[in-house]
């Protein structure tokens, strides 16, 4: 079974400095990969989806993701990081060769952003 | 505007009573989903359905109960076998199951003592 490992449960940073939040999966030949952000006591909106093609995704609110599919990774970036980005962030991945009917969510990293 | 609803956005239950959350969605989605969400242990997936009268369990489905026979409902009743039901609980819906992103309603946090 799939499974997606999100390396740090909590990242602080502070207010534009740059960020990247981890994110690794079981090895696959065919993943479709997202990321999601979760605001307190709100549901998840998603950030940005690699489905095929350039291995480098932009999203929305200035985050972008590289896929790498030889370390298996997908890592979130943002060259500099507002106090409004303080949010739960969550990577989900689709295993295509598994019939690709749900999704699997890693644990989540919580960015907190300070002044 | 298109979405998904969930409601209440608080529920309070005593335990050995069985609860229903609700879920509609009008974005005319084939697929939708609910899942729970523990404090640092992401969501995990609890049922889901890819089409109208059909449904799956998912990894944690028991003590819990779903039906889906409207398209645009998917309601999720939490029985009172489930023995750690106090949880933040998200419903998602998408066009279709597979490689399509999932949209997600508010959730409801029920809270059961």
């Known amino acids: 079974a799939q499974s997606v490992t999100q390396l740090d449960s909590q990242v602080p940073v502070f207010e534009e400095a740059p960020v990247e939040l981890r994110c690794n999966y079981s090895?696959?030949?065919?993943?479709?990969l997202f990321w999601y952000v979760q605001y307190p006591n709100q549901g998840l909106q998603l950030l940005l989806k690699?489905?095929?093609?350039?291995?480098l995704v932009k999203g929305i609110n200035g985050f972008e993701a590289e896929f790498n599919k030889s370390q298996t990774s997908f890592h979130l970036r943002k060259p500099s990081v507002h106090i409004s980005d303080t949010a739960e962030y969550f990577c989900?991945?689709?295993?295509?060769?598994?019939?690709?009917?749900?999704?699997?969510f890693g644990k989540g990293t919580m960015l907190l952003v300070s002044p | 505007d298109g979405g998904i609803t969930q409601s209440p956005k608080y529920l309070f239950r005593k335990e050995g009573q069985n609860v229903t959350l609700s879920c509609e969605q009008n974005?005319?989605?084939?697929?939708m989903y609910w899942y729970r969400q523990d404090p640092g242990q992401g969501l995990r997936l609890i049922y889901y359905?890819?089409?109208?009268?059909?449904?799956q369990k998912g990894d944690i489905a028991e003590g819990y109960s779903v039906s889906r026979e409207k398209k645009e409902s998917f309601p999720l009743t939490v029985t009172s076998a489930q023995k750690n039901p106090t949880a933040f609980y998200l419903c998602?819906?998408?066009?279709?199951?597979?490689?399509?992103?999932?949209?997600f309603g508010p959730g409801t946090r029920l809270t059961v003592t």
């Open positions: 989900a991945v689709i295993d295509l060769n598994s019939g690709y009917s749900t999704l699997t």
């Open positions: 998602a819906s998408s066009i279709a199951s597979g490689g399509w992103e999932q949209y």
């Open positions: 690699y489905l095929s093609g350039s291995t």
């Open positions: 974005l005319n989605h084939d697929a």
């Open positions: 090895s696959s030949v065919s993943v479709y």
């Open positions: 359905s890819q089409i109208v009268n059909d449904f």
